[in-house]
């Protein structure tokens, strides 16, 4: 289950893939579609939220436009 981290409110567009930076902000891409040429896409940041990051966890924009993260699972039998 994941737990909410911070409230950013976001509001997401179509098209872009929404996600939480080495600096713990909120940024986007364009997602890449068929067809399109390969190359680094540009990445715009979008919130300042300044999350400090704990190992063990993925952190991800939850669908309310906030900071999220769930526990990473691993060594799984």
Same mark, same amino acid.
């Given at each position: 289950? +994941?737990?909410?981290? *911070? &409230? *950013? %409110?976001?509001? &997401? =567009?179509?098209?872009?893939?929404?996600? !939480?930076? #080495?600096?713990?902000?909120?940024? /986007?891409?364009?997602?890449? /579609?068929? %067809? /399109?040429?390969?190359?680094?896409?540009?990445? =715009?940041?979008? +919130?300042?939220?300044?999350?400090? #990051? =704990? *190992? $063990?966890?993925?952190?991800? !924009?939850?669908?309310? $436009?906030?900071?999220?993260?769930? &526990?990473? +699972?691993? $060594? /799984?039998?």
């Amino acid at each position: 289950m +994941a737990e909410k981290v *911070a &409230k *950013a %409110g976001v509001k &997401k =567009e179509a098209g872009y893939l929404y996600f !939480v930076d #080495k600096n713990g902000d909120i940024s /986007r891409a364009v997602m890449a /579609r068929g %067809g /399109r040429k390969k190359g680094r896409t540009k990445v =715009e940041k979008v +919130a300042k939220v300044g999350v400090k #990051k =704990e *190992a $063990g966890y993925l952190y991800f !924009v939850d669908k309310n $436009g906030d900071v999220s993260r769930a &526990k990473m +699972a691993r $060594g /799984r039998k």
